[in-house]
């Protein structure tokens, strides 16, 4: 069964100091994982999927790596600001879960301090 | 507007009611999916379908059930609400299983 781990569950850093999100995962049989945001009591919104062929994705201040022999992804903001506050939560798709069905780590609640 | 839209957003109700959730999507995905989220717990996946005919449990489905009424439509009910199903609860959708697509989320409370 895929176990998906965030560490840590809460961070606080100043504006301007780069996020560094750690997800784990045990199972190395995934076809991507993919970061979503969350805010307070709100949706999830997808913010980056990289896929098992890939090392890296980025997009704008994001950058998310990828080690699936260790099962590992980070997930890199660069430049923090307030409103990067929320929750990151990644989530992976099992290649042998009927259905790909995403299993979800406990996500990181970030807060970014003016 | 939303691609995934859920109604109710907030709901509170009394332990025994029955409820229902609705989501519907404009993505025109087959793939529906009902989580719930609890503090500290994480996204748990109550029930899953690929298209009307097609419908499957997922980690925690005792106590719910579901209904397909069309390829953009699909609700989560409660047939008995107790207290312990108080929680967020998020409805999504994929074209392909490999990326989701959430709604906003239904605040559910049962007192």
């Known amino acids: 069964k895929q176990e998906v781990t965030q560490i840590p569950a809460a961070l606080s850093v100043p504006e301007g100091e780069n996020l560094v999100l750690n997800c784990s995962f045990t199972d190395s049989a995934i076809y991507n994982l993919q970061w979503f945001r969350q805010d307070p009591g709100k949706g999830l919104t997808s913010l980056l999927l990289?896929?098992?062929?890939?090392r890296e994705q980025t997009s704008g201040r994001l950058n998310a790596s990828l080690d699936k022999s260790s099962g590992r992804s980070t997930l890199y903001i660069a430049a923090s600001q307030p409103g990067d506050s929320a929750t990151y939560l990644c989530?992976?798709?099992?290649?042998?879960?009927?259905?790909?069905?995403?299993?979800f780590g406990g996500g990181t609640r970030v807060l970014v301090k003016p | 507007d939303a691609d995934v839209t859920q109604t109710p957003r907030n709901r509170i109700t009394k332990t025994g009611k029955r409820i229902m959730l609705e989501c519907s999507q404009t993505k025109g995905h087959d793939r529906m999916y009902w989580y719930r989220q609890d503090p500290g717990l994480g996204l748990r996946l109550i029930y899953y379908?690929?298209?009307?005919?097609?419908?499957n449990k997922g980690e925690i489905s005792d106590g719910y059930s579901v209904s397909r009424q069309a390829q953009a439509k699909f609700s989560l009910s409660l047939e008995s609400a107790i207290p312990n199903q108080t929680a967020l609860y998020f409805c999504?959708?994929?074209?392909?299983?490999?990326?989701?697509?959430f709604g906003q989320g239904t605040r559910l409370t049962v007192v």
């Open positions: 379908s690929f298209d009307v005919k097609d419908i």
């Open positions: 999504a959708t994929s074209n392909n299983g490999l990326s989701a697509f």
């Open positions: 990289i896929q098992s062929s890939q």
């Open positions: 989530a992976v798709p099992m290649i042998k879960a009927a259905g790909n069905k995403l299993t």
